[in-house]
Structures are given as structure tokens and as C-alpha cells.
């Protein structure tokens, strides 16, 4: 993992189960009158320790942008984790299936080739090796996924996923099926993304989705509390190695959890909304319910999609109430505590599902402290909860209308 809590699963793992923070007042140049003061962002040190990982790729200035080195980090601590490097096997059969957002375009670059409020094409076309790093131009979508294939000798199926903020999800279900249809015997799958940068953010701005405080950063973000007021705006990756159950037990892998279902659904509704009754996401939840030939009382907890936004929280309420009616359940947002990482937030937010099945433990949903009435499910406010976890379902729904929905349950379960 790669978050604002740190780069080890324990320490995000023991962070986000004390309830700590990871969001912090934005630091880039010319911010200080932003609309957008509070951000989930890789502090500098931890950013210092990924590049320091691979020394030779800032040979290569594309290779530092950001999306890229999250995912070469995380790619290697899921491999190392699994004790996948030594383990020989069929390399044509280890896969990559990696989400990853839009590319960007820079505001320096537009500036450096903009002259009395025209672009000069000409000496773009002769220049344009200068543009910035994490520039589109220089690091389409599927790029990481083909980097980490070729640096980790994953010569199987490759594959990015670009849906909103249901990338990740369906990137892991994606290859759950992939496995299961035995395409494969090993994928690394997950996702990384980062638009903490002026034209990201200004996009969520425009939207009305971005969180405006600027007082008491660390308590803007707070899904499903009555006084929400948008996303906090986070970066960096969750990647899990998924892999069929024999290929893992034949060389002694350490399992956490079975992946169970999965299902993907479409709103068809609005670009920039939810359907207001929830009826896409309710479909993804029992699609993948079925998927994994589970009722709804098997499910122990839902790590939510939970951005902190009016529509969203409420429409994922609407969603849950329908699938689960009387039936309570564990319902938590990691992003009140890792901001949303928009493409990616189904990395990080899939392994705290799978923490939750394997240990016991329900990370909090923190700064709940107004509930709202039109919310009015068990969110584990503010305190971590011991409680058995037979099954859990990780939830992501995008933009667009795009819903995702994975269920893990534990092994032999």
C-alpha cells in the first residue's frame, strides 16, 4: 500500500484502526487562497523512500511520475509479501491487472509554450521531451501496468481498467475472474493514482464534489455525517496478489482470504451524480452476493464507498437498506481517513476489507459525529471494532455511473 497513513500495510493497517488521520493542509505553490486547503497526500520522506527503491528509473525523468513509482512500490511489497520472487512457476501465467486515472495535462507546460495567449505549436513540436514528468503526453493510462510487467516478469494477461472511481474494484474483480476462468494462476492487481495537482483538483472544484473547509483539515472528511461537505482528495496505490488456490498451497503462499464474487453494473442515470435510489449499486452488491453463492447473512461488513459528498453517501445507503433491509451490518469509510484516491481507492480500501475478514477487526469511520437521519446504518463511528468477519463486501462506485462490488470471505468459509 501507498497512502497518506504510510507505505506497510501494518502501518496503515494500525493507523486506521486507531482512527488517525492522513489528511493535511495542502502544500503546493500559489495555494494559499485555493478553494481546496485539505489533502491526503504522500508526505515527502515516503515519497523520498519509493524513488530511493529505484534508483535507476530517475535516470529516466518519465519514470518519476507519480502513479507509476506508487505502483512499482506496491507491486514489490505485495511480490515480497507473497513470497513470489524466488518462487519459480510459469511466468507466462503471473499477470497484471492494474486501474489507473486519466492523464493530465500540466499547467507549466501549457504555460511554457503559451505567448500572447496562444499556444506556439511550433516550438512545442521541437520541445516537447521539456514536458512535466506526469504529464499525459509522457505516461498514458496503461503505462504502469506495463512497467511493473516488465520489471517483475509478469509475462501474462496485462490489462488496465479506466472507469472513475470503480477502476480498482473492477481491476481486482477482473482478475478474480480471470483466475477463475483459468487465464492465469497469479495476477498483481489493484491500482494507483494521483491528481493532487491544480487541474485535478480544479476539475472536483467545478463539480461542487471537493470538500471547501479550511479549519480542522483532518475532521473535513466525514462520510455519512450531516454536515459532509465533499471530498478530500487523496493519492497512492493498493495492489493484492491474487491466486488460484492449489498454485498458492503448492508452494505454501500465506493466504488471508478467499475471493468469493464479484459483479460491475451501470447507473445509465448521470455523468456526475448516482442514481438517487441506489439501484446500481444495489444491483453490483447482489449480483456479487450471487457471484459468490452468499445470502445477506453471511456478510459481516461493508467497507463502503463513502466519499463524504451529499449524493454519494446517501445513494450508497439507499443501496445497502435495499440489499440488507432489517439485517444489521458493519458498514466503514477508509476514506475518511486516506481522502479519496479516485481511480485507485479500491486498492487500498480491498486490503482493509481483507484485514477485516483475517483478523477479526473494523477499522472506524472517523469524524462521524452527526449522523445524518438520512443515514441511518451502523458506520462504526469514530472506535475500531472487534467482531467476527465470516464474509465482507468492498465497495466502489465512479463517476460515469460505474458500480463495483467484491466479496472475501475467509478461507474454507
Avoid at 274 to 285: L, R, T, V
Avoid at 330 to 341: D, E, F, N, V
Wanted: proline residues 4%; hydrophobic residues 45%.
Amino acid at each position: 500500500m501507498v497512502t497518506a497513513l504510510g507505505l506497510e500495510v501494518s502501518d496503515n493497517w494500525g493507523k486506521a484502526l486507531a482512527g488517525v488521520s492522513g489528511v493535511s493542509r495542502i502544500s503546493l505553490p500559489g495555494t494559499a487562497t485555493s478553494p481546496v486547503q485539505a489533502v491526503a497526500a504522500v508526505n515527502e520522506t515516503d515519497w523520498g523512500r519509493i524513488a530511493g527503491e529505484f534508483p535507476e528509473e530517475p535516470a529516466s525523468p518519465v519514470e518519476q511520475e507519480r502513479r507509476t513509482m506508487f505502483t512499482l512500490w506496491a507491486v514489490k511489497k505485495a511480490i515480497i509479501d507473497a513470497r513470489l520472487f524466488n518462487s519459480g512457476g510459469c511466468r507466462e501465467r503471473f499477470g497484471t491487472v492494474l486501474a489507473a486515472g486519466l492523464g493530465i495535462n500540466r499547467l507549466e507546460d501549457i504555460a511554457r509554450w503559451s505567448h500572447a495567449g496562444e499556444f506556439d505549436l511550433s516550438a512545442f513540436s521541437r520541445e516537447y521531451h521539456q514536458v512535466c514528468s506526469d504529464s499525459i503526453i509522457r505516461n498514458n493510462s496503461h503505462r504502469a501496468a506495463a512497467v511493473a510487467a516488465k520489471r517483475f516478469s509478469l509475462f501474462g494477461p496485462n490489462a488496465t481498467i479506466t472507469t472513475a472511481c470503480a477502476s480498482a474494484t473492477q481491476a481486482i474483480g477482473t482478475a478474480f475472474r480471470m483466475i477463475r476462468d483459468g487465464e492465469a494462476d497469479v495476477i498483481a492487481a489493484g491500482g494507483a493514482d494521483s491528481m493532487i495537482n491544480p487541474i485535478g483538483l480544479v476539475f472536483f472544484v467545478l463539480l461542487q464534489a471537493a470538500c471547501p473547509g479550511s479549519e480542522n483539515v483532518m475532521q473535513l472528511c466525514r462520510p455519512f455525517d450531516r454536515k459532509r461537505s465533499g471530498l478530500i482528495m487523496g493519492e497512492g496505490a493498493g495492489i493484492v496478489i491474487l491466486e488460484e488456490y492449489e498454485h498458492a498451497v503448492k508452494r505454501g503462499a500465506r493466504i488471508y482470504a478467499e475471493a468469493a464474487g464479484y459483479a460491475s453494473t451501470m447507473d445509465a442515470y448521470q455523468v456526475t451524480a448516482p442514481i438517487p435510489d441506489g439501484s446500481g449499486a444495489e444491483g453490483a452488491m447482489r449480483t456479487a452476493l450471487k457471484d459468490a453463492a452468499l445470502g445477506t447473512d453471511a456478510i459481516d461488513y461493508i467497507n463502503a464507498h463513502g466519499t463524504s459528498t451529499k449524493l454519494n453517501d446517501e445513494a450508497e445507503t439507499a443501496a445497502i437498506t435495499k440489499v440488507f433491509k432489517e439485517r444489521a451490518v458493519a458498514i466503514s469509510s477508509s476514506k475518511s481517513m486516506i481522502g479519496h484516491l479516485l481511480a485507485a481507492s479500491g486498492g487500498p480500501e480491498f486490503i482493509f476489507t481483507v484485514l477485516s475478514v483475517a483478523n477479526d477487526e473494523i477499522h472506524p469511520t472517523i469524524n462521524l459525529t452527526n449522523p445524518d437521519p438520512k443515514c441511518p446504518l451502523d458506520y462504526v463511528p469514530l472506535v475500531k471494532r472487534s467482531k467476527t468477519v465470516r464474509a465482507a463486501i468492498s465497495n466502489s462506485f465512479g463517476f460515469g455511473g460505474q458500480n463495483a462490488s467484491i466479496i472475501v470471505k475467509k478461507l474454507g468459509a
